[in-house]
């Protein structure tokens, strides 16, 4: 009960002077929303694109065909312009992201071995959908010239030259023409295995409900310091209550701070930014264990600060260390390499792991590895911690 009369205390306190409303709820949600809107779009990628066909050829249906392939799967929408400055006008007022010019002639310049060019008219405000636009086109000349580099092998192989020769036209255009080339080269191709990638709102929001969670319990546990800095620990220790008891009601402070942080975060994003956390009770155990993780990693540097101060300081450092680390910031995976592996050191990365489970349709048992990785952490660091923590508990 002492331990218990102490938490009840400390949560008053931190109630009192809205610190933990600030760290706990404000900051974090505030800051999910800015992520998400600023980088949302970058991950849920959206595009528009006109064509303008110039030439009407076969090669030229065939780039068409393409376009209307990968808009009926949705990769983005695709509207017509009848000419090169109908495509750029599209483009100059916003209502395409890019556009495709064919230039007339097209596909008999290419049939005869000639260089031609796709021109590609870009927003400059669009600089994600210019390159995804330059990209399809460069896709499709590397294919015509796939083409052309087959039909002079096979001259080639037959004993004729390939320079100046009228059967190498000839041959390229049947090849150009045949339905294999108009129908193959774009397309969007599902992976058969479920996807543990996050969307953009709910890896930003557990990101930021993570990261904050590491700030948020160190009301608790800090509270030791502050008990010493301020004398009121004499008074503690010479009341009939057992140290063990001081600790135990700073660590409860702690954890009751980090499930309430971490259980408004979930509702609140799920709420307000759509974000999906994915089963109720995977998210239960990884906010759990991420809770003990970062009691942990807060009983370590409270165990070897010598002020309220410079512990604060320590646990924020720490913190966004382990965070950028841990990829909460960014998808760290996409970095690959030795980083990669030194991000799964931290419980940051398990963490977003284990939610990744939970997005591919797993049940709770599929953040077991996850979750026993994340509580293993703060187990481990706030046993090292309990070695020192009675330096704390003096006067």
Same mark, same amino acid.
Request: proline content about 2%; charged content about 15%.
């Given at each position: 009960m002492a331990a218990v009369r102490i938490a009840l205390k400390d949560l008053t306190q931190r109630v009192r002077d809205r610190s933990a409303f600030l760290w706990g709820i404000v900051a974090p949600l505030g800051l999910a929303a800015i992520f998400s809107l600023l980088f949302g779009p970058v991950a849920d990628f959206e595009a528009s694109f006109a064509i303008a066909d110039l030439d009407?050829?076969?090669?030229?249906?065939? *780039?068409?065909? &393409? #376009?209307?392939? #990968?808009?009926?799967?949705?990769? *983005?929408?695709?509207?017509? $312009?009848?000419?090169?400055?109908?495509?750029?006008?599209?483009?100059?007022?916003?209502?395409?992201?890019? $556009? *495709?010019?064919?230039?007339?002639?097209?596909?008999?310049?290419?049939?005869?071995?000639?260089?031609?060019?796709?021109?590609?008219?870009?927003?400059?405000?669009?600089?994600?959908?210019?390159?995804?636009?330059?990209?399809?086109?460069?896709?499709?000349?590397?294919?015509?010239?796939?083409?052309?580099?087959? /039909?002079?092998?096979?001259?080639?192989?037959?004993?004729?030259?390939?320079? $100046?020769?009228? /059967?190498?036209?000839? #041959?390229?255009?049947?090849?150009?023409?045949?339905p294999a080339f108009l129908d193959s080269p774009a397309g969007l191709v599902e992976s058969p295995a479920a996807s543990k990638e996050l969307s953009s709102e709910t890896f930003y929001s557990a990101g930021m409900a993570i990261l904050f969670l590491f700030l948020t319990v160190q009301f608790g546990v800090l509270g030791l310091l502050e008990e010493r800095q301020n004398g009121t620990m004499r008074r503690l220790l010479a009341a009939p209550i057992s140290p063990r008891s001081i600790v135990a009601g700073k660590a409860l402070t702690s954890f009751v701070l980090g499930i309430v942080s971490m259980t408004v975060l979930v509702v609140g994003t799920t709420l307000l930014l759509g974000a999906e956390?994915?089963?109720? #009770?995977?998210?239960?155990?990884?906010?759990?264990?991420?809770?003990?993780?970062?009691?942990?990693?807060? *009983?370590?540097?409270?165990?070897?600060?010598?002020?309220?101060? &410079?512990?604060?300081?320590? &646990?924020?450092?720490?913190a966004f260390v382990l965070a950028m680390l841990g990829g909460t910031f960014f998808p760290i995976a996409q970095v690959g390499g030795f980083v990669a592996n030194l991000s799964l050191i931290t419980p940051h990365a398990w963490f977003l792991r284990g939610l990744g489970d939970l997005a591919a349709g797993g049940g709770a048992s599929a953040v077991f590895p996850a979750a026993l990785y994340v509580a293993l952490f703060g187990i481990v660091t706030g046993g090292l911690a309990q070695l020192r923590i009675g330096r704390v508990l003096q006067p």
């Open positions: 009407g050829g076969n090669v030229a249906v065939g *780039f068409v065909e &393409q #376009l209307e392939i #990968l808009e009926q799967d949705g990769v *983005f929408t695709l509207e017509v $312009a009848e000419t090169s400055a109908a495509a750029e006008a599209l483009v100059e007022d916003g209502s395409v992201d890019a $556009a *495709f010019v064919i230039p007339a002639g097209f596909s008999a310049s290419v049939g005869a071995g000639a260089a031609e060019e796709v021109e590609v008219i870009g927003n400059v405000d669009q600089a994600i959908a210019t390159q995804v636009a330059r990209s399809i086109a460069a896709g499709f000349a590397g294919e015509i010239n796939t083409v052309g580099a087959a /039909a002079c092998t096979a001259l080639s192989a037959g004993g004729e030259p390939c320079e $100046a020769n009228p /059967a190498l036209g000839a #041959l390229a255009a049947d090849a150009l023409a045949e956390w994915g089963n109720s #009770l995977g998210v239960a155990i990884m906010v759990l264990a991420g809770v003990i993780a970062a009691m942990g990693i807060m *009983f370590v540097v409270a165990a070897f600060a010598r002020t309220p101060e &410079q512990a604060s300081n320590l &646990q924020a450092i720490i």
